[in-house]
């Protein structure tokens, strides 16, 4: 359902960018009476309106047969989006694993670049068959942003593998799947703890010498807790801008959350933008 007043004004700020065409979903009135009151007559005027009393299903319709290229939640719960994109009878779903990547302004190298978090949204306690998925739809976010190689951290506690810390020794053993050649264009490594997996100054006080250690461009977390407390750690301590995007279905699917601003929702637009076209 589109009549939500954050998501209606980073629909209009998108448009204004050129990011996108926004296609509103629901209510005509409800959507018209919400944007009138934010003062968004540009989006009243240029967007398109579908009426429905069923958005979220209708919305996953719309992306299976081409008509829309990304979907953003509006005034929807994530899991009603989700279930309408997971419903086989639909055709949005690709066999893959859906994942949510979120990436982040790092500065810890000393200059700006974009890391990622994945996946703090979907996927609760992940078994190491769907960390694998987890790491490809990661993999896949980064070449099309335009990274050859991106380096994956596979995040724990600890860089010591432990029978007593199940993460880490998934982590082990994905990382000599990941030798094996199974990732393709990436190098991936783990167990690694936040510290040796963003600071190089860490990675070699331990002694650690890896290509992703202390460099990674994306950490895959051992469960939704560690996801979650993770990106809303750099957002509102670390205070960076922050995107994500959900991956494996046949268009990007953007479920920000209620308290994220318009900001956050335009680049999470941008994101999707960059993927689709990828």
Sequence with gaps: MADEIVALTAAADAMRLGLA???LVGSEAAIRSVASAAALEDLLRSAEFVATDEPALLSARMAAAGDVDIMLKGHLRTDELLHAV???DVGLRTGALLSDVLLYEDTLS????LVGITDGGLNILP???QKRQIILNAIDVLHRLGLKRPKIALMSATEIASDRMRSTVEAAALTKIGQE???GDADVYGPL???NALSTKAAEAKGIRNAV???ADCMVVPSIEAGNLLGKAV???GRSPCAHVVVGAKVPILIPSRTESADDKVNAIALGVVYGSG
């Design 21 to 23: 065409k926004p296609v």
């Design 86 to 88: 997971l419903d086989r």
């Design 110 to 113: 000393g200059s700006p670049r």
């Design 127 to 129: 078994d190491i068959e």
């Design 181 to 183: 050649g199974a990732f």
């Design 193 to 195: 703890a936040l510290d």
């Design 213 to 215: 250690a202390g460099r």
């Design 235 to 237: 957002k509102y301590i």
